[in-house]
């Protein structure tokens, strides 16, 4: 289960458009694992698939 602060982590992570290039340029691994440090109940495969489903439901609401 993730908490709203372990989500607002993540994107104020994100937001920062230095973290965010490079999340998206270079390989998700290093982000995940970057991540991982910050939030230290998580592990990078659980942080990964939070950002997929983040970015599915982002998506899915983009289109309607």
Known sequence: KWTDTEVRKILDYLS?????QRYCKEKKTKTYNKLAEIL????SA?????????????RRIKTK
């Open 40 to 43: 230290t109940t998580k592990n």
């Open 46 to 58: 659980q942080i990964k698939n939070k950002l997929s489903s983040l970015e599915s439901s982002y």
């Open 16 to 20: 920062n458009t230095e973290n965010f």
